[in-house]
């Protein structure tokens, strides 16, 4: 009986001070009568992310100009256009592939910023904004039509898979083997020589994959009134109040109206009905609280377990096709290339050397190979950011407060989540380089027990100018280990 007494007189309460909260919810004087916008506009922010896009744009149209440029002086045919770079030199072309690899992160970053912006704003102009961070590729607003619909954004995760595919594509070496003489073993070579190439049709892909997600990014600002550039979960809060669109919602009424008896109650008890609740002396954790934050973490198990299956199922045929029952000693587990590396391959023949078949071929391999990677980094991004925002909400009820940043970059280098994972992206992205290998020797690029590599081929005593390919046979190796293009 106490216990319902008191929820009548918490009831009645409510209800005494609902004339109140229409006045101050109906009126947009109550909030501005007061100065100037109480909320951080972030318009640093806002600068920032805007000049990131526009650098993206410009990215997108060098690579493609670029990209034609090379075909029509790279080649005797427009598909396999190749310029030279730079011979005899490995570490030249790490680190342009490195460098590259940096630059596509950042104008895919760049526009999935503001992207991620605009779909916030737009779920929040729909009352549907139930967390600050949220999956941007997976969660859509309403219609099909919408910049942040579900059409746009399944179309801007294939935008952003393809981009990571073209650039693994646009820088390929070659290895040449100089003989003694015509028909002296290949395995008895006296040097070896390098040679980086800089492929067109990939950067041309490249170039039009960005700036399709730059049209999209820009076409989603301009469709939808952002209420905070600011990517702070307590800039949002504010941004929400003084729009007038921080409303109670629950399972049972999902429309923006107050709720009553939600005392308390945090988006982990949505699917709650009753009596408010007692504040809780711990915060729930981020798995608790966000449904998508346990589908990611077991989804990127479920990676982990893919490849060590993959690995497992590899060795047990190589185990049989060997004959033996264990690893042989003069097999390499080692993570890195060498002359003990084994593999499993699936051969597929092309007889008309370097065509468009062949670069379909080669960038549906490495798609389906990175493209879970790509998700996979994107999903784990969301994991990031949630905890940030667990963090600023504990420190902001904490003893000292939280000290707000209005520098994003500044805020981007002190964040340990962020600043990992940005890095991450390019080293594992970096791992699948592809390599055009022309000689005797299989160089793969490993990333845990899965990876890719672009390798072909021939004895020669002179150096096989690129465009030269076409006469050569061409050859797809699908491996257990690796995916391999062999010419």
Request: neutral net charge; aromatic residues 8%.
């Amino acid at each position: 009986m106490e216990d319902a007494h008191s929820s009548s007189l918490a009831y009645a309460a409510i209800i005494n001070h609902q004339d109140d909260f229409d006045l101050i919810t109906s009126d947009p004087k109550s909030t501005a009568e007061t100065g100037t916008d109480f909320n951080d506009r972030s318009l640093t922010s806002r600068r920032y992310a805007l000049a990131g896009v526009a650098c993206s744009g410009i990215f997108s149209i060098s690579c493609i100009i670029a990209g034609f440029v090379i075909m029509a002086i790279g080649g005797s045919h427009g598909t396999n256009g190749a310029i030279l770079y730079s011979p005899n030199s490995k570490l030249r072309q790490e680190i342009l592939a490195l460098g590259l690899n940096l630059i596509v992160t950042l104008c895919t970053e760049s526009t999935g910023l503001v992207h991620g912006i605009s779909l916030r704003s737009a779920l929040a102009s729909e009352s549907r904004l139930h967390f600050n961070t949220n999956l941007r590729l997976l969660t859509a607003a309403r219609g099909w039509r919408n910049p942040n619909g579900l059409l746009r954004n399944g179309i801007m995760a294939v935008l952003l898979i393809l981009s990571y595919t073209s650039t693994l594509l646009v820088v390929l070496s070659s290895k040449f083997v100089t003989a003694n003489s015509v028909g002296v073993d290949i395995f008895s070579f006296n040097s070896l020589t390098i040679q980086v190439y800089i492929t067109g049709l990939p950067l041309v892909l490249l170039g039009v994959t960005l700036l399709f997600q730059v049209m999209t990014a820009w076409s989603g600002i301009k469709a939808v009134k952002i209420l905070t550039w600011s990517s702070s979960s307590v800039d949002m809060t504010a941004a929400l109040v003084h729009h007038m669109q921080l409303t109670p919602v629950s399972l049972y009424n999902p429309f923006p109206t107050p709720v009553p008896f939600r005392c308390m109650r945090g988006v982990s008890d949505i699917d709650a009905y009753g009596c408010p609740a007692k504040p809780l002396e711990t915060q729930p954790s981020a798995w608790h609280a966000h449904p998508s934050i346990r589908k990611v973490i077991l989804s990127l198990w479920g990676l982990v377990v893919a490849c060590a299956v993959w690995a497992t199922v590899n060795t047990l045929i190589l185990n049989i096709d060997l004959g033996v029952d264990f690893p042989t000693p003069t097999r390499s587990w080692s993570f890195f290339p060498n002359e003990n590396t084994r593999s499993n391959n699936l051969v597929f023949s092309l007889s008309e050397g370097v065509t468009i078949q062949w670069w379909i071929l080669s960038f549906v391999i490495v798609a389906l190979i990175q493209g879970s990677l790509t998700l996979g980094m994107h999903c784990a991004e969301l994991v990031a950011n949630v905890i940030r925002d667990e963090r600023q909400w504990r420190c902001a009820s904490g003893r000292k407060g939280l000290r707000m940043m209005t520098n994003p970059l500044k805020s981007f280098f002190t964040s340990q989540f962020g600043l990992v994972l940005f890095i991450a992206k390019s080293m594992l992205r970096e791992s699948f380089a592809q390599e055009l290998l022309v000689d005797v020797l299989n160089d793969i690029d490993w990333m845990f027990g899965l990876a890719c590599s672009v390798s072909s081929t021939t004895t020669t005593s002179t150096a096989i100018d690129i465009s030269e390919l076409d006469n050569m046979t061409t050859v797809i190796i699908l491996s257990m280990y690796t995916s391999q293009v062999h010419i």
